[in-house]
């Protein structure tokens, strides 16, 4: 008899802000942990410049909250489990379902954009991330926080802005999945580069799932040894339009020197 072929499945819902400015501050607190309403605390109620024209930080963070505890609940129905979920800030700052130990879940905001990825998983963790293009000096910070290869295609190319924000959530993704526990040293070491979607070097095993929502890139990755792609869905929350995914497999090889 064939072997059974492991095939994880993985919820990714994504929101504007917009669409929930109905909702007060309180509303979105409803259901959150001790842990996460003391988090929420120490955030911002502004956003640095023009807070008119950008969503506080708080707001951002309740929404993504907001959001997840309704992903979670319906990852969970779907496998019929019957307990509530219970989602808690573990000590590096992830969200995490100590209810279900098996659901991994993760969440990104950026603008007006708040997404979150939830699965569940065995001996596998997950990282989402998404990012409102801006206009910035990117060279620079490629010099700062990319590998040597990276920063010397990035120079090569002619719109510099939306490669480095697609290789910038490349890189936040994998590192939310648990794939280095030093920031700068792990962005610098891994390396993404010159294909579409680009070629990745790591040294855990894995996927990486990329899209894209009004020109602003998302990744998602996937750490842990499936030999099949999980089967993988970008939508958003109220309107439930599906995005294309492209899929890469993370090659399990040792990080740079340099």
């Keep these: ?43 911002r109620t502004t956003a640095r410049g023009d807070h008119t024209k950008r969503a506080s ?54 603008g007006d954009h708040v997404i979150a990825s939830c699965g569940l998983l065995t001996d596998a963790d997950i990282g989402v991330d998404i990012e409102v293009l801006q206009e910035r000096d990117t060279i620079a910070l490629a010099e ?40 700068l040293s792990t962005l610098q070491r891994l390396y993404f580069i010159n294909s579409t979607p680009p070629e990745a070097y790591s040294h855990l095993p894995g996927y990486l799932y990329q899209s894209e929502i009004d020109s602003n890139p998302i990744s998602l990755c996937l750490l842990g040894d499936y030999s099949t792609p999980p089967s993988n869905l970008v939508l958003d929350y109220i309107e439930q339009r599906q995005l294309p995914v492209s899929t890469l497999r993370l090659l399990p090889t040792t990080p740079c020197n340099y």
């Design 144 to 183: 700062q926080f990319f590998h040597p290869e990276e920063q010397r295609w990035l120079k090569q190319q002619v719109n510099h802005t939306p490669l480095f924000y697609r290789l910038w959530t490349a890189k936040e993704a994998y590192l939310k999945a648990g794939g280095g526990d030093d920031l």
């Design 1 to 43: 008899m064939p072997a059974r072929v492991v095939r994880p499945h993985i919820d990714t819902w994504l929101l504007r802000l917009s669409q929930i400015e109905s909702l007060t501050d309180q509303e979105l607190l409803n259901g959150c942990s001790p842990a996460e309403r003391q988090r929420a605390q120490g955030i």
């Design 57 to 110: 930080p708080r707001r951002q963070f309740l929404a993504g909250r907001w959001l997840a505890r309704r992903l979670v609940k319906n990852t969970l129905q779907q496998a019929t489990s019957t307990s509530p979920p219970t989602i808690n800030i573990a000590a590096q700052g992830k969200p995490e379902v100590i209810s279900h130990p098996k659901a991994k879940l993760t969440i990104s905001h950026s």
